[in-house]
């Protein structure tokens, strides 16, 4: 049985094997290389071979699908620096802040187009499918990222609204990598089904514990500097949970906001969260998303060994530090 760090290791083979810092012009494959450098989690492509592999096919003869779906994230990364003015990114400058924003954005439309190409190497007789969820997936992660822009200029948004963007900018691209694999494999529909609700779950897991470290995580280990999110006017799960809890505690949150960009600012809102016991609601709804997660795995036709590198996936990311 493969570890996860097995099917990592097949991920970042696969991307050295493409050699993209040879293609020229190298002003446009240099920074698409330096993007999909060693240094990012893989969860999206491990998780795309895991499933094929769960539903028995060789997780080898869906490489180029899962470089696609890495090329892809990447791809948004690039471009949600320039959007959101980040200069840095896994412990090292973005690409906007090496190179400059033109380089950043077209680079990053390179890696959309060479993504969606790769994504085509599957058997024809399943192509179609594929492609249906990888488009689909495609439009949900632009229309989350839309709604987390319209957030910034908005005083208040609900948990509701908060959930359904993560659901759609990261959860829908969990939830796409486990279902492709699926597909390349002839899981059924309704496996298909299931094993795609296990990525949505486990994204929203994942996003909200992104949310959590981005203020209460170690700089040196998280490769950006704490509290982002507030210097940025991010609408992250603590500050709507509070907002829409009220009270003293989301007065004392809404003062703070209006602070000045600045460290004093970050420990003041971090002070506000402890206070509040933000923490603790992070880890509770953590917990109920990693449960969802592992019962529509579990409700899946698959028996518990092929499960079970799925199921350890689940436990590494809401116990992750970066």
């Known amino acids: 049985m493969k570890s996860i760090s ?13 050699d993209y810092a040879s293609k020229t012009p190298e002003s446009l494959y240099g920074p698409v290389a ?3 450098q060693k ?11 895991m499933a094929a592999e769960a539903f028995g096919k060789n997780p080898v003869e869906c490489l180029d699908p899962a470089v696609g779906i890495e090329m892809f994230h990447n ?4 471009h949600d620096d320039v959007m959101d003015c980040s200069d840095m990114r896994r412990g090292r400058p973005t690409v906007h802040k090496k190179w400059d924003g033109n380089t950043a954005i077209l680079s990053g439309d390179t890696m959309l187009t060479l993504a969606a190409q790769l994504m085509m190497n599957v058997d024809d007789s399943r192509l179609r499918c594929v492609l249906d969820v990888f488009n689909s997936m495609s439009v949900a992660v632009y229309e989350g990222q839309r709604l987390d822009m319209d957030f910034e200029t908005r005083d208040e948004v609900s948990v509701e609204e908060y959930l359904d963007m993560i659901e759609k900018k990261t959860s829908a691209l969990l939830g796409a990598s486990a279902r492709i694999g ?14 795609y609700e296990y990525g949505v779950k486990l994204g929203l897991a994942f996003q909200i514990q992104d949310d959590y470290l981005d203020m209460f995580g170690d700089p040196a280990t998280f490769g950006k500097p704490i509290g982002g999110d507030v210097l940025n006017g991010k609408k992250a799960f603590m500050l709507v949970s509070m907002l829409e809890r009220g009270g003293s505690d989301a007065d004392a949150l809404r003062e703070a906001m209006k602070m000045p960009p600045s460290e004093l600012k970050v420990n003041t809102v971090r002070s506000i969260y402890e206070h509040a016991g ?7 709804t953590i917990g109920e ?3 969802k997660s592992l019962k529509a795995l579990r409700s899946t036709s698959l028996g518990e060994e092929a499960r079970m590198p799925l199921e350890r996936l689940v436990d590494k990311l809401i116990d992750r530090k970066k």
Not at 182 to 195: Q, T
Not at 278 to 284: F, G, I, Q, T, Y
Request: hydrophobic fraction near 40%; proline fraction near 4%; aromatic fraction near 8%.
């Open 6 to 18: 097995d099917y990592s290791t097949m991920v970042e083979e696969a991307i050295i094997e493409k």
């Open 34 to 36: 330096y993007g999909l």
């Open 39 to 49: 240094g990012g989690k893989r969860i999206r492509p491990v998780l795309l071979l």
């Open 75 to 78: 791809f948004t990364l690039l």
């Open 182 to 195: 699926a597909i390349a494999a002839g899981a059924s529909e309704k496996d298909c089904g299931l094993i």
């Open 278 to 284: 933000m923490p603790e609601l992070c880890s509770r």
């Open 289 to 291: 998303y990693s449960r």
